[in-house]
C-alpha cells in the first residue's frame, strides 16, 4: 500500500495511514466514476499529476493505476484510460469493478450500435466477470442490459443469453447507485429507450438527477 504524505487536491499533510484528507475530505485514491465526475476540472488534473509521481515510483499499485485510469476517463482520454484500467486488471484481477470499467472504457464515448462485434464481445466477456467477481452490483446488469439493446436489438442481431428485458430484471433486483448510472449514460451515449428510462428513474429515486 503507498503511503500518502500530503492530500493531492489541496496540499496538507497526511496522518500515515490516512486514506482521506483531514482538511478538505478528499479521496487520496479514486475508485469510482461518480467521484471523479463530482470533482472540477482543475482537481481531476491534480490527482493526474498526483498519480503519475507515485506511479514513478511504484509503477506496480493497482490502486494508484485505477484511479489514474478513471480519471482519464472522465476526460474522455479513453485511450490513456484503457491503458491503465488494463493494467490496473493485471494488478487487482479480484476486482469486479476494475473490469466494469474497462468494459466503459472500450466505448470510447461512442453509441453501442455502431461498435464492432468484436468490440461487443469483448465488452461483454468483461462485464460476466465483473458479475461473477461480485453479483450485488446494478450496475454490470444495467450495462449488459443496455448493450443488448442498443447494440443487437437495434441492428436486428440473434442475441445469445439473456436478453435485455431479462438483464433489466436483474439490474433492479439490485440495489442500485445513482450516481454511477448517471455517470453511466454520460459516458455511454445513447438515445431514449426503456433501459436508459429505468436507469434514469432509479437515478431520479436516489435524487441525483
Not at 500515515?16 to 461518480?34: G, T
Request: hydrophobic share 40%; aromatic share 8%; with cysteine.
Amino acid at each position: 500500500m503507498i503511503t500518502v504524505d500530503e492530500c493531492p487536491t489541496c496540499g496538507a499533510p497526511a496522518a500515515p495511514s490516512a486514506r482521506r484528507c483531514s482538511h478538505c475530505k478528499a479521496e487520496f485514491f479514486v475508485k469510482n466514476l461518480a467521484y471523479v465526475g463530482s470533482l472540477e476540472k482543475a482537481a481531476v488534473q491534480k490527482y493526474i499529476t498526483f498519480y503519475k509521481g507515485l506511479l514513478r515510483t511504484n509503477g506496480d499499485d493497482g490502486e494508484a493505476v485505477l484511479a489514474l485510469g478513471l480519471c482519464y476517463l472522465d476526460l474522455g482520454l479513453h485511450d490513456l484510460a484503457i491503458k491503465q484500467i488494463d493494467k490496473a486488471i493485471e494488478e487487482m484481477p479480484q476486482q469486479a469493478d476494475v473490469y466494469y470499467y474497462s468494459a466503459i472504457s472500450l466505448f470510447k464515448g461512442r453509441k453501442p450500435r455502431i461498435l464492432s462485434l468484436s468490440e461487443v464481445k469483448k465488452i461483454e466477456s468483461l462485464l460476466e466477470a465483473a458479475c461473477q467477481l461480485d453479483d450485488g452490483e446494478a450496475k454490470y446488469y444495467y450495462l449488459r442490459a443496455l448493450v443488448k439493446y442498443e447494440y443487437y436489438l437495434k441492428n436486428g442481431m440473434r442475441v445469445v443469453g439473456p436478453g435485455w428485458e431479462e438483464l433489466l430484471a436483474e439490474a433492479r433486483a439490485r440495489a442500485p447507485t445513482g450516481a454511477e448510472l448517471v455517470k453511466l449514460i454520460e459516458r455511454v451515449p445513447v438515445e431514449a429507450s426503456p433501459v436508459t428510462a429505468a436507469i434514469r428513474a432509479v437515478a431520479m429515486q436516489t435524487r441525483v438527477i
